[in-house]
């Protein structure tokens, strides 16, 4: 879509867009369309949804400027994250960056799951492998980024070893964590093409660091996604919870069947959602095999994984034992199965 939009007479060009047209610049960089200022006509080429919330930005600026005076960096910085927040509907399709990509909810848990992300500042996300939990993730902040509700992304995983030691593998520090975060790069890697990619990284816009990384930090403005967030310690998910600043948000993720720390029972994420589960203004979504979206097989192995030993006996389900120990149920739902003892339902 194309919008031409002719300013007010009374309009001081440099004083509406500032030095050099900067605040041009910032539309542009936060809502990803084309703009081009000449004489009175400033000219909007994107996604229409997009180029009509440029237009209505636009507006504003013009309204606060003839109202106050000339804008500051911070003042259209707050205006566009402001316009980005009035977004709480989630559409059917998740706008990010990569035009050639559609990403949307596959099932009633992925949407609920997407849905309170958009609504809740904090929000937990708890299930088996294949329910999208990182992926639709990444896609909501990169949508939140793309729409100018953040000003960044930062992607945070645990470097904890299932079996293997991190020692053992070869390079340096930042070599060994590479493939820690290497799932979280790809998934980002799918909302936007390499270049974008590689330039929002090198000026910060998006960050992938390890957990133990995150002490000390206050983030505002971002999306933080905590990845496989079940093999965090309760000390660790107390440090990364805490470091949620202003107009951010904050998203968990974990299969709490899968904890390869030492001492399972000290779970930071089954702790967290114990503790949390009643706090205004928190959310706990809970995806089930009902929301797998791999190949159907997958499906079928988390099933036989999670009902039976390879022996026909019953496997132990260690995420539902922790929820039981804990008395962590949080927006659980036991669902009976047959012949089955009750498994976590959401």
Known sequence: MELIITLEEETNRAVLFGPSDRYLRMLRDAL????????SSVYLSGDSSVVGRAAELIQQMQETVRRRGPLSDQEVADLILAAGRREDAVADRIDVFSRDLQVQPRTAGQRTYAEA??????????GPAGTGKTYLAVAMAAHMLKSGAIKRIVLVRPAVEAGEKLGYLPGDLQAKVNPYLRPLLDAMHDMMGFD???????????????????????????AIILDEAQNATISQMLMFLTRLGHHSKMIVTGDDSQVDLEKPEQSGLVDAVQRLKDVEGI???RLTDQDIVRHHL???IVNA????????????NRGRRLREESGAEGEYVAQQGEGDEPKANG
């Open 32 to 39: 990803g369309i084309r703009v081009t200022a000449r004489g």
């Open 117 to 126: 992300i958009a609504k809740h500042d904090m929000v937990f996300c708890l």
């Open 196 to 222: 974008q990619l590689r330039r929002f990284m090198a000026n910060d816009v998006i960050e992938v660091i390890p957990l133990a990384f995150m002490r000390g930090r206050t983030l505002n403005s971002s």
């Open 283 to 285: 959310s706990v979504v």
């Open 298 to 300: 997958v499906q079928n």
């Open 305 to 316: 994984y999670g009902n039976r030993n390879g022996n026909g006996t019953r496997a132990p």
